[in-house]
């Protein structure tokens, strides 16, 4: 069953906005939206590698703003939670250090199992503590700071899961 729609959505925004329809899923939509995301970045980055992955990014971050303005236009809420976008796209950008990775050392992704882990568990501290410049987007009030908190705790998760991959591996010892 889904939600009735804002005045202003269409099927199309309404489909992008909750990440198709994933973001009615209960409860936690933005646990389930970023659970959504892992095996579509596995499918990018086996298709494409990085690059694919940092292209799709841009593309869904900018196609989820659109919807995303389009659902909460007229409406009191600018951040329901049945838009999940923004949590795809975070998602994505934890996982760039681990897509990064298995590219460069030429590896399998899944290879990098544990720094999957990591990239998930820290994206959504991130996104649900809303610490520092992540608060601050969130409390923009507008469709671009609800795409923009998720963007920064993706940017948080992926360096911090990169400096865990670093001590895992020597480097930071």
Known sequence: MTAPRAPHSTPLSHLIAT???VGHLRPAPGTWGSLAALPL????????GFGGLVVATAVVFAAGWWATARETRGAA???PSEIVVDEVVGQWIALFTI???AQFAGVD????????????LLFR????TKWGPIGWADRRGDALGVMLDDVIAGVFAALVTAALAAI???VLI
């Open 109 to 120: 992704i899944l290879k990098l199992y544990p720094g999957w882990i990591a990239a998930f």
């Open 125 to 128: 501290l991130f996104d649900i």
């Open 77 to 79: 809420d600018h951040d």
């Open 41 to 48: 970045a596995w499918a990018i980055h086996t298709l494409s």
């Open 19 to 21: 990440a198709a329809f």
């Open 168 to 170: 895992a591996h020597g």
């Open 99 to 101: 897509s990064y990775g």
